[in-house]
């Protein structure tokens, strides 16, 4: 059996030609030879890894994400840099996550109102609704220093050339 020393296709024997790639046979019949073998694809053909300096070129973009999510989208830095792309994800996740809290706490801020000023109208109640909804609307207020901690984490890592993911919400990915 013979096969095409340029493709390895199985070619009969007395062919000149190769019927798969065209190329000569030497001689009147083809060379005989072992079947051909696989190579693993050649580092041309492999997916490229991104730059060693990455992260030190796209710092800027990669921090702008935790303040402005949607630059680095619009600019379309996420597309070319994998440190910006995962810096985009991360603060575009602590937007919707800081957008989903903002909502809760004007929710439960409006029920508090509902129920402890209206018990407060009521001359017996005017201290102790009024005192119990201050301190309660203060302690949930504190609880915006969270997505602010979170922010700052985030620029740090970015600043730092680090991709590591934010407590609570790093776990999440958006942006493929």
């Given at each position: 059996?013979?096969?095409?020393?340029?493709c390895?296709a199985?070619i009969?024997?007395?062919t000149?030609?190769c019927?798969?790639?065209?190329?000569e046979?030497?001689?009147?019949?083809?060379?005989?030879?072992?079947?051909p073998?696989?190579?693993?694809?050649?580092?041309?053909?492999?997916?490229?890894?991104?730059?060693a300096n990455?992260?030190?070129?796209n710092?800027?973009m990669a921090?702008?994400?935790?303040?402005?999510?949607?630059?680095p989208?619009?600019a379309?830095?996420?597309?070319?840099?994998?440190?910006?792309?995962?810096?985009?994800?991360?603060?575009?996740?602590l937007?919707?996550?800081t957008?989903?809290?903002g909502?809760?706490?004007s929710?439960?801020?409006?029920?508090?109102?509902?129920?402890?000023?209206?018990?407060?109208?009521?001359?017996?109640?005017?201290?102790?609704?009024?005192?119990?909804?201050?301190?309660?609307?203060?302690?949930?207020?504190?609880l915006?220093f969270?997505?602010?901690?979170?922010?700052?984490?985030?620029?740090?890592?970015?600043?730092?050339g680090k991709?590591?993911?934010?407590?609570?919400?790093?776990?999440?990915t958006?942006?493929k």
């Open positions: 059996m013979a096969f095409c020393s340029k390895g199985q009969e024997e007395g000149q030609f019927p798969t790639c065209g190329a046979v030497a001689g009147s019949a083809a060379p005989t030879q072992a079947a073998t696989y190579e693993a694809p050649s580092a041309a053909s492999a997916p490229v890894a991104p730059p990455d992260a030190e070129a710092k800027g921090i702008l994400a935790y303040i402005l999510f949607f630059v989208l619009i379309g830095a996420h597309k070319t840099s994998p440190f910006v792309k995962y810096h985009t994800n991360q603060g575009t996740i937007f919707i996550a957008a989903i809290f909502v809760l706490y929710i439960v801020t409006a029920i508090l109102a509902a129920v402890f000023i209206s018990s407060a109208m009521t001359l017996s109640g005017l201290g102790t609704g009024l005192g119990v909804y201050g301190v309660l609307t203060t302690i949930l207020s504190l915006w969270i997505p602010a901690i979170l922010c700052i984490l985030g620029i740090v890592n970015a600043a730092t991709t590591k993911p934010l407590p609570i919400i790093g776990k999440f958006i942006i």
